[in-house]
């Protein structure tokens, strides 16, 4: 049993990894300022006697107990947000890792931070191994989460070297499960959403870009057995079964109403033509791989809107 600080605990992949420390009977600070996150989480974790729910903003100062570990989860991260909130991103990411970092350290703590496969931008590699140093467009309209991710890896590398931080750091790929918000915008809440509601499902360009997409509970396994280990370098978590977005949309079609009509909308910019990552690392040095199936993981999540829209 052991004290944690989870930043951005009341978002998708935050509050999982909350739930999950309090099952485990840990205590939680959870921090969130609601911007991208739901109170929803948090009051479905009030049944935990471990939890303690602050409602704040952690790109400004602010006060931590004794714990044992820091995890900085915070981060709006679907693309629709790089355009609606490209200066908060900018500042969680930057000051938000500062703060948390300087927070663990004054702790004696041992900190996470959560990146991002975005650091490989439109990656020219393929899959993507963390040895990478990617192919991004600081100027692009991605960039605000992309370089800022970039920027907070650069930070902790910089406290760990020169400050003895005890850090780690996970490049998360994309991620799907309960908790995503129905209007987040990524491809999968957006399948589900307008297949449910029995709308057209929109693909962008000719959907013959990939992804590979990792089910929460496997990340969430996947984070805290880096945060357990010894592994200082960054470490890529995600499902290595890469699938055009057309495949994906199929999918959700075929899961819930298989007469859906498909239609395509423009490419945003910059958008990545292919990623997947390369988990050799996570296998070999944390003995870890992924192990829900996609069509699991979709069932589980296809459900879980399904409730939701219906409450
Ligand atoms: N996408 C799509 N339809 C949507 C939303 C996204 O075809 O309604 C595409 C998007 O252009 C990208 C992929 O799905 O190629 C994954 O997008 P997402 O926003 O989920 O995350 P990304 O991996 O781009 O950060």
Redesign the pocket.
């Known amino acids: 049993m052991a004290r944690y600080v989870v930043t951005g605990g009341a978002g998708f992949i935050g509050s999982h990894l909350v739930e999950r420390l309090l099952a485990e009977g840990n205590d939680v600070v959870a921090l969130d300022n609601l911007l991208t996150g739901d109170a929803e989480n948090v009051a479905l974790l009030a049944q935990y006697d471990g939890l303690k729910f602050e409602e704040v903003d952690v790109s400004q100062p602010y006060g931590v107990a004794e714990t044992d570990y820091v995890l900085h989860v915070a981060s709006p991260?679907?693309?629709?947000d790089f355009e609606r909130l490209p200066f908060e991103i900018m500042a969680v990411n930057s000051e938000g890792t500062r703060l948390a970092a300087e927070a663990a350290l004054a702790r004696g703590a041992r900190f996470l931070f959560a990146s991002t496969?975005?650091v490989y931008g439109d990656p020219e590699v393929h899959p993507q191994g963390e040895d990478y140093w990617g192919h991004v467009n600081p100027a692009g309209p991605?960039a605000v989460?992309d370089e800022s991710k970039r920027f907070g890896e650069a930070l902790v590398a910089a406290y760990r070297r020169y400050r003895g931080l005890d850090a780690r750091v996970v490049r998360i790929f994309?991620t799907?499960g309960p908790r995503m918000r129905p209007a987040?915008?990524?491809?999968?809440?957006?399948?589900i959403s307008?297949a449910l509601a029995g709308e057209p499902?929109?693909?962008?360009?000719d959907?013959t870009?990939?992804?590979s997409f990792c089910y929460v509970d496997d990340m969430v396994d996947g984070i805290l057995a880096l945060l357990h280990s010894d592994v200082t370098e960054p470490v890529n978590v995600g499902n290595p079964e890469e699938m055009t977005?057309?495949a994906?949309?199929e999918l959700v079609r075929e899961a819930v109403d298989g007469s859906l009509e498909i239609v395509f909308?423009p490419?945003?910019v910059d958008?990545?033509r292919r990623?997947r990552p390369d988990i050799t690392r996570a296998t070999e040095l944390l003995g870890w791989a992924p192990r829900v199936p996609v069509a699991e993981g979709l069932a589980k999540t296809i459900a879980w809107f399904r409730e939701k829209a219906g409450a």
């Open positions: 991260a679907s693309p629709v496969s975005e991605r989460y994309n799907y987040d915008g990524r491809l999968i809440p957006n399948l307008q499902l929109t693909v962008y360009g959907g870009q990939t992804r977005v057309l994906m949309a909308q490419l945003p958008d990545p990623r």
